[in-house]
């Protein structure tokens, strides 16, 4: 199992993950590509698109000059008071058109004489016959069923015009088999060989008779394949003079057509409006006020394309880009293609787009943050769509639209929710494992990135800072635990937030305290030059905020909490003692143990620093004023340490004594026990290990005694008493308190030297009456010894 650091500093999204996500995606648009729905998108989606852009561009193909088409429109089908033309009338069109000697002339239809009326058969016959003398190129359409179609003929396949070795070109020096390249050429298979065209009667007449398949997806079959040797033309494709396959790709006019998969090639459209205003109606070369007039209008080397179903009403409409649209205009696309060379190029590397654009997604989810997310979508599509939006306008080519972009977007989306959620986790741990620990501002820029918290452990110099609020324990005796609680958990709460203020870390809640330390940040991984400088700015504001609210707490008669403040600068390792899934990220050492003796040691109200801080901040010259020096018992060394210690209310002292009082009264520590003051000093002998003392007054649990240094509370001290004339000395002697341990409780400075409260230790009841007793007897003058109440733990 990975440990929580670990997963800390591992991506959100592993490679393995990102990869899988991008195989998932590219395996179901490769499943995709070959179904109706991919069919529909394109149509209905990509093609649109592109074409309405490229029409709005004005850079749609241009109809050929060489091309005139005429329509049996719904003026015509009035004229003629049918929609159909007679045989007469076809003949004498054709005959008509042919004198202009255009090129071709191409016809939108299959021809049937199964409309004819019998009493106009012999007038059809010789219109038919009168056909005979057409030299222009005529062509007509057939189709392919798979089914027998009642009531058709079938047009014969025996055509050199459908054999596909006739269209195989093979270079001279390149020896190859026709019918195996024709076996071989990509080309679209009818679905059955049953080829319907023009009435066999009539096909003697038309030059040429290809197939007008159109499938409704804006492409169109250059050559529908019957068998391994045999294929059906587009009938356009017979406007070609020379149509040829050269090394498997087809060419018209020297133009390669290029083709889908599939053997079906795209169609060039323009709109149908623009085909409108080039259509004109047939009736105009048929009636005779207008017949010449319109007829002149046809060039020889003309191509003459006449679309019989253009009214209104009829059903050969097929859906394009530009919606739905006569059939005639989608052929009328591919001949305008022809003669102007102007082909549409597919790329058929649809699954390469595919997988390309998934690792591009992945790639940048992997990367990029939210605002990057975000800007990846837009202008990653809107590049995608730019780039293809040109390359169909200006170049002719047709990329593939939508699915590269689903399969950009896709991954995308996936391995960034994925990235979003193990960042919300992680950033949530963080949150959990940090949270009052370090400045909002700084615990937000790591949630966001977890990675930049660096948990391994490293030795740096840092000020260390224990806060404690003295007696919560007595003070909770006295109060209901919700007051209690809620009050401590304020004040810590505002201590927090001044540590934060001057940049420390809160790296533990003691209970009733807190261990802080100054001059490393979690956020940039590395150290500052003014921690304890910023240490000490924090301890004394800590205490100037506090007293007042003591102060304030104490009129309300609501808890108050003095403080204790003990700050130490020194070398400490930084790192994770957590558990496998417990970050507990702390600071260790000496120098820690030594801040931590150094806040037990402070006054109430004060700061203690060690000597090391106060060198630091020394050459600033601001805390001179309320400075003093203090020596504390360190264990394992044998000498007391110096330490120095901060009274920020040196300039105050009523306010300290207000704050002391408040204190006292709040946790009922006024004293019951009597308390006696040495009349006779010169008559008592006190030594210690700190030096000479003088006895000042005395308690059933302790003395008060002026000593050469001002020692910090908790110090232990060895004591001898003795009396002028040594008689005191053997007293306690016989007793066993021929040296007593006695322990620091307070200490200050007053006008004659530093005046320390002690007590006893490890002295029985009936022992410390005794000392009492003789303290009496030695040092009152005439003054008698009671044995008093319940002694105190304190002394004053």
Known sequence: MLSKVKWLQQPNVSHTWALT???????????????????????????????????????????????????????????????????????????????????????????????IPSDRVAESQQAIEA??????????????????????????????A??????????????????????????????????????????????HVGQILYSGNSRFIPF???????????????????????????????????????????????????YLGKTTALRFLMEDRYKEKYLNLVNEGDYVYIIPAFYTGNTDFKQTPFGPMPAGYTHLSVLNSILNQDWLVPINYKRTFIVIAACLGAA??????????????????????????????????????????????????????????????????????????????????????????????????????????????????????????????QTLSEISRIVHEYGGI????????????????????????????????????????????????AEKKEPVHPLRIGINTSSVYLGNLGTENRIDFTVVGNGVNFAKRLEGACEPHSVLMGGTTRELVEP?????????????????????????????????????VAANNAYRSSTHQARAEKRWRVDLPDNLIVTTNMGTGELVNFSSTGLSIKLPSLLVKGAVLTLNLDSSDGRLKKKLEAQGLGTISIEVRWGFQD????????????????????????????????????????PDDQAS
């Open 224 to 274: 529908l394949r019957i068998d391994d040797t045999t294929a059906i033309p587009h009938f356009m494709i017979f406007a070609d003079d020379e149509p040829k396959f050269y090394k498997g790709k087809l060419y018209l006019r020297k133009a390669k057509i290029s083709t889908y998969e599939d053997g079906t090639a795209p169609i060039n459209f323009n709109s149908f409006r623009y």
């Open 364 to 489: 940048l989810a992997v990367k990029v943050n939210s605002i990057g997310f975000a800007l990846s979508i837009v202008v990653g599509l809107s590049a995608w769509v730019s780039i293809a939006m040109y390359l169909f306008a200006f170049k002719g080519l047709l990329v593939p639209l939508v699915f590269p972009a689903i399969s950009f977007i896709g991954p995308l989306i996936t391995i960034f929710v994925e990235k979003s959620r193990v960042a919300e986790k992680k950033s949530q741990y963080i949150r959990n494992a940090l949270e009052g620990s370090i400045r909002p501002r700084e615990l937000e820029t790591l949630a966001r990135e977890p990675n930049r918290v660096n948990f391994e452990a490293r030795e740096r110099v840092v000020t260390v800072m224990f806060i404690d609020v003295v007696g919560f324990s007595l003070l909770a005796e006295n109060q209901l635990p919700r007051i209690a609680f809620d009050s401590l958990k």
């Open 620 to 656: 600033l010259g601001i805390y001179q004023d309320g400075l003093k020096k203090r020596l504390i018992e360190i264990k394992h060394h044998h000498e007391m340490v110096e330490s120095w210690e901060y009274d920020p209310y040196w300039d105050e002292l009523e306010m300290r």
């Open 506 to 553: 809160v790296n533990k809640n003691l209970g009733d305290g807190l261990l802080c330390f100054f001059g490393y940040s979690l956020e940039r991984d590395e150290t500052t030059f003014d921690h304890a400088e910023k240490a000490l700015e924090c301890a004394i504001k800590i205490q100037k905020e506090n007293v007042p609210k003591m102060l304030a707490a």
């Open 21 to 115: 996500s991008v195989l998932i995606w590219v395996g179901l648009l490769f499943a995709f590509q070959d179904t109706q729905i991919a069919s529909d998108v394109d149509n209905k989606i990509s093609l649109p698109s592109y074409f309405r852009l490229r029409h709005e561009l004005s850079k749609g193909p241009e109809l050929h000059k060489k091309i005139k088409v005429f329509g049996v429109d719904d003026s015509t089908v009035s004229w003629l008071k049918s929609p159909n033309l007679t045989m007469e009338q076809w003949s004498q069109l054709l005959l008509d058109i042919d004198r202009r000697k255009p090129k071709a002339i191409i016809i939108d239809a299959m021809f049937s004489i199964a409309n």
């Open 162 to 207: 459908y054999e596909l070795k006739n269209y195989i070109h093979l270079p001279e020096n390149l020896y190859s088999d026709p019918e195996k390249v024709a076996r071989s050429l990509n080309l679209y298979p009818a679905r059955g060989g049953h080829i319907y065209g023009p009435d066999p009667v009539l096909r003697p007449y038309f030059k």
């Open 751 to 790: 006008n004659k030297g530093y005046l320390h409260g002690v007590r006893f230790r490890h002295v029985t009841t009936e022992q410390t009456m005794f000392v009492v007793e003789q303290l009496c007897k030695f040092g009152l003058a005439g003054q008698a010894w009671q044995k008093s109440g319940s």
């Open 131 to 160: 056909m005979s003398a057409i030299e222009s190129r005529v062509i007509v359409g057939a189709f392919a069923a798979p089914k027998v179609v009642p009531f058709r003929q079938k047009i014969s396949l025996d055509n050199p």
